[in-house]
């Protein structure tokens, strides 16, 4: 076996790549340098649609152990993308910072014996790590990914001049199929500075005219605008080099990114969309992508202009990493948790995970790291990604290269908001925890009153919040039938540290934070989930929420036109009228009649309502916050005494007409409702 691997590194350094793996008549010969290697049942060879040749050789002399070797032809000196001489460059531990290399291994399973090394002669560079056991393929994946971070470092290098050499106790056909999945991590090869087009637009820069089918239907008021737009398949030659998980989710982060885009682009041209939504759904040989929108008529002639200038930057641009961050499920989900469970996620995931965020490292606090120290803009498979969305948007190449050409609405930085969070004071300290027999969960009280209940939990994959406020709308003196169902979305209408809520609310979304309000009847609950990496601006930003909200009157009227034209217009006239009846029928007093909404809308008092919020929001005395999450108890409480230092425990307020205004708000009221168009007024009692 060893002989095999000099002649695959001999013939490497020859660049007799192709006649290794196809040989032709004809080919050139290298004086002194083997063309061909051996036919032999145990050696497994070819070459990946990104021009990636790589070797499998079966040998399992050393049981579970194997060797891994990635031999590169330099075009000239061996000098790394970073001006270093090659060897300067292997103290690093090949592409990981800090000396994370050993640890890497480590973590996937490799023993302190392994060695991992680099050597060089004036024909080849060549990394290798060996001793490997690989009782699984978690290990093997291990090395092959980080061979192939090395592969790809160096944009001017292409892979056409490398191989991966895979040789020990390994299964060839479950290699060769991980090999040809992780190996596409690979940034845009640049051969040339042109940039082609899916077609003459006669505008210059090679932008491209929108080509989806545009359909308005006016019914009035309301009118609704549908987008059919085609994409197209992946052409053969980027087909043989797409990840299947990859493929399987792009058309997710397409729909997510579009959807986003949508809105900031409605923000900036002045639109009040009702609704929008995108999606992909197969069609033939391609897909179509189809977006909606529901706004007022008088708006549909500047939708088109939006629409237009949204397609053509996708087109021409491709996406940005914070987007791609942004549509990808798992980062909301805690993929940079600690959790080490979910470091060893199925293979699709990981090389999934790998595209977006550059690495995937065996320990979630050196991922963590990594991705902290290393610029968005370095991560290597954003050009992949973006080549895949242009090839099916039937453009060219999208690169970022010209990335402040595009709107700045659509690369709106809204992670410089986090300066804007109030500051948080370090000044609390933890008691001894116990257990709550009832729960199960730890309870963590804090010196300056704060009380968490807290449950550590291994297999959760990001940490989950709720803060439960006993009490809920039904304590507003003032409130009128039907108006308790506006009271979540009001609070989400107050600016927040100086930010209207969107902006708020983008930036807790830039770090992979959701955050949702529920005012009911009897509770108020804000609850939501966060990586665990987000873990203290989630504390500053519930800090902000709570504290730090001043009045929005121009949102609040946007609001309250938004859902009058959704009330009067957005739903089918037939499902509204049955819905109605059944409400009338049924609950007479509850929140839920389009009608009795409609009405509350017209009565709804701004300044009274968010001055009742922002008092229930103050009785932090009365609030139970909840959380569950991978992280131990001690060091979730770490992360509270750090951040939470905000909370000063207010004096429970008991409202003592609290069971009066249950009663009204369940039914002893009088409801006077124009129903059938009798315009008969009905008095109820009773419960909902």
């Known amino acids: ?110 023993p302190v014996g392994t060695s991992s090394f680099f050597t060089e002669d004036r024909d080849a560079c060549i990394y290798r790590i060996t001793d490997m056991p690989v ?58 500075g042109s ?86 759904r197969e069609s033939g040989p391609g897909s179509v992508l189809g977006i909606g929108l529901g706004l007022a008529s008088s708006d549909t002639c500047i939708v088109k202009d939006m629409l237009k200038a949204v397609m053509e930057t996708v087109e021409s641009e491709g996406f940005s990493m914070e987007e791609y961050r942004m549509a990808d499920r798992a980062f909301s989900g805690g993929t940079l948790g600690v959790s080490a469970r979910n470091l060893r996620k ?19 606090v050196q991922e963590r790291d990594y991705l902290l120290a290393r610029p968005l803009s370095d991560t290597l498979g954003l050009d992949y990604l973006n080549r895949y969305a242009s090839a099916i948007f039937k453009s060219g190449c999208a690169r970022r290269d010209s990335l402040p050409e595009a709107p700045a609405v659509m690369n709106d930085p809204f992670t410089a908001d986090t300066a804007l969070l109030p500051a948080v004071p370090q ?10 027999h009832l729960t199960g969960a730890s309870v963590l009280p804090f010196s300056n009153g704060l009380k968490v209940y807290y449950k550590e939990d291994p297999e959760a994959e990001a940490v989950s919040f709720s803060i439960f406020y006993k009490g809920g709308y039904s304590e507003d003196t003032g409130i009128s039938p039907g108006a308790g169902a506006f009271y979540s979305d009001i609070m989400k209408l107050d600016s927040v540290s100086g930010m209207d809520y969107r902006r708020f609310e983008r930036l807790l979304e830039c770090y992979g934070i959701t955050l949702e309000c529920d005012f009911a009847l009897n509770h108020l609950t804000v609850s939501g989930k966060c990586p665990v990496t987000s873990l203290d601006v989630l504390w500053r930003g519930l800090n902000a929420f709570i ?21 009067q217009y957005g739903d089918g006239s037939e499902c509204r009228e049955i819905a109605d009846t059944m409400d009338f029928l049924l609950h007479p007093f509850s ?14 008092d701004y300044a009274s ?29 770490d992360v509270c005494r750090e951040n939470a230092g905000w909370f000063e425990k207010k004096k429970a307020v008991r409202n003592r007409n609290y069971r009066d205004n249950l009663n009204v708000l369940t039914g002893q009221v009088t409801s006077k409702l124009s129903f059938g168009g009798h315009g008969a007024d009905a008095e109820y009692g009773g419960n909902v």
């Open 346 to 364: 199925e293979l699709a995931d990981r090389a999934v995970s790998n595209f977006i965020y550059g690495t995937s490292l065996a320990s979630s």
């Open 609 to 637: 309502i968010r001055d009742f919020i922002s008092e229930k929001l103050d009785r932090t005395g009365n609030a139970v916050f909840a959380f569950v999450s991978p992280l131990s108890v001690e060091g979730f409480k």
């Open 195 to 280: 940039r082609k087009t899916g077609g003459s637009t006669g505008r210059g820069a090679g932008r491209p005219e929108m080509s989806g089918t545009v359909r308005i239907e006016d019914s009035g008021n309301f009118s609704v605008v549908t987008v059919s737009y085609p994409l197209r398949p992946l052409p053969e030659k980027l087909r043989n080099t797409v990840i299947v998980p990859i493929s399987g989710r792009m058309n997710l982060y397409i729909s997510e990114a579009i959807d986003r885009r949508l809105s900031l682009a409605a923000e900036s041209y002045g639109l009040n969309l009702l609704w929008h939504s995108v999606s992909v």
């Open 547 to 567: 504290n730090e909200r001043t009045a929005d009157s121009a949102a609040f009227a946007d609001y309250v036109a938004r859902e009058r034209m959704l009330l």
């Open 135 to 192: 009782t699984g393929m978690a290990e093997a994946d291990s090395a092959i990914l980080m061979l192939v971070n090395i592969a790809s470092r160096d944009a001017a290098l292409p892979l056409s001049r490398q191989a991966l050499i895979v040789s020990g106790d390994v299964d060839p056909d479950r290699v060769e199929e991980h090999v040809s999945l992780l190996s596409m991590h690979e940034p845009l090869r640049k051969t040339d």
């Open 591 to 604: 929140e839920f009649s389009s009608r009795k909404r409609l009405s509350a809308l017209d009565s709804l």
């Open 1 to 110: 076996m060893a002989r095999i691997i000099l002649l695959i590194i001999s013939m490497v350094s020859s660049l007799a790549l192709s006649a290794a793996v196809a040989p032709a008549a004809g080919a050139q010969r290298h004086s002194g340098r083997p063309e061909t290697l051996p036919d032999a049942p145990n050696l497994r060879k070819g070459v990946l649609g990104n021009g990636l040749t790589y070797y499998i050789i079966t040998d399992n002399s050393d049981a579970g152990m194997a060797d891994f070797i990635l031999v590169q032809k330099p075009f000239g000196p061996s000098v790394n993308p970073d001006g270093r001489h090659g060897s300067a460059f292997a103290t690093g531990l090949y592409s990981f910072p800090g000396n994370l290399g050993p640890a890497f291994l480590a973590c996937a399973g490799a």
């Open 427 to 436: 000044r609390i300290s933890a008691r001894l925890v116990r257990t709550e």
